[in-house]
């Protein structure tokens, strides 16, 4: 029998990507749905008890390898801003069009910029901070498209996505940290353990237990929310982030297709025009930081 011919890595890795955006724009259309009779933060709790389960079978066969870390306070940490970040996000995407919310979500590529020179003391050149400060342009302009379709220019929404995105960066910065000693499967099971625990209080100020109906979907969005993480993680193993990182921007065309399909929602021009302004600047951030990456024994004191 003849071998199934591999995929080249890069490409396989974008597929992953690529499916990674498809289960996360059905997790934020569950989002969206569900929003009228399901907080954020109960959201959150459901997505994180998702998170637990599909890990339980790895926390059950050695709690103490699963747990084993040399900063627990790093992934304390972690998993207390990353819940943040979720509630806030899930609340933008139940308040705001789908396209507008995740084209903010992109701004976390923007925030790793200071964050990166204050947590990890990167030395940050004038190439990055240009890109930064352009894409926050970018934002502007969605902020202001959405104040002309009656939204407040800076309402709760927005702002709680923008937070949300920064909180995210924080998280991706402690990664690079925890990284350095924790296996993925420790972090993990810190990041949702712990994440399911910090949603517990607020969820409980808003709780309602579904019927059988619901229960279904937010299940179903807590697998998506699972998958979309999985997804990505083996994406990045796989492929370059310079090559990588486009494909997660496919989000945006999807969350624009279900938007208006599923909730009448037509994208703004400046909201379209601001988006691709920080969908730019997040990837010649990201390609700039792949070039500092490798080697450069001509001129090894090149800075971005």
Do not use: C
Not at 23 to 42: P, Q, R, W
């Amino acid at each position: 029998m003849k071998a199934r011919a591999r995929l080249p890595p890069n490409v396989e890795g974008a597929l992953w990507v690529l499916a990674s955006a498809v289960a996360f724009t059905a997790m934020t259309t569950l989002v969206k749905f569900l929003g009228e009779g399901y907080s954020a933060s109960l959201q959150t709790f459901y997505r994180q008890a998702s998170g637990v389960l599909v890990l339980a079978p790895w926390i059950l066969r050695d709690p103490v390898k699963a747990f084993k870390t040399t900063r627990p306070g790093v992934l304390l940490f972690r998993a207390s801003a990353g819940t943040l970040a979720m509630i806030l996000s899930f609340y933008a995407y139940q308040r705001l069009p789908l396209a507008d919310a995740n084209a903010l979500s992109f701004t976390r590529s923007l925030w790793l910029v200071p964050l990166a020179a204050l947590i990890l003391r990167e030395k940050i050149g004038p190439a990055r901070i240009a890109a930064a400060l352009v894409g926050f342009g970018g934002v502007m302009l969605m902020l202001q498209s959405l104040a002309q379709q009656g939204h407040a220019a800076f309402g709760l929404a927005q702002m709680a996505a923008l937070a949300s995105a920064f909180l995210f960066a924080f998280t991706i910065a402690g990664m690079k940290v925890v990284m350095r000693d924790n296996s993925v499967l420790v972090v993990l099971v810190w990041s949702s353990v712990l994440g399911l625990v910090a949603a517990i209080p607020p969820a409980l100020m808003s709780w309602r237990w579904p019927g059988p109906h619901d229960l279904m979907l937010l299940a179903i969005m807590g697998a998506f929310a699972v998958a979309t993480q999985a997804f990505y993680t083996k994406g990045v193993q796989l492929g370059d982030a310079a090559a990588i990182a486009p494909i997660d921007y496919t989000r945006l065309v999807f969350a624009t297709v279900a938007g208006f399909l599923l909730f009448h929602e037509v994208p703004g021009v400046l909201t379209l025009v601001g988006a691709a302004i920080v969908v730019a600047a997040s990837l010649f951030i990201t390609w700039r930081e792949a070039v500092l990456s490798r080697p450069l024994p001509e001129d090894p004191t090149v800075e971005a």
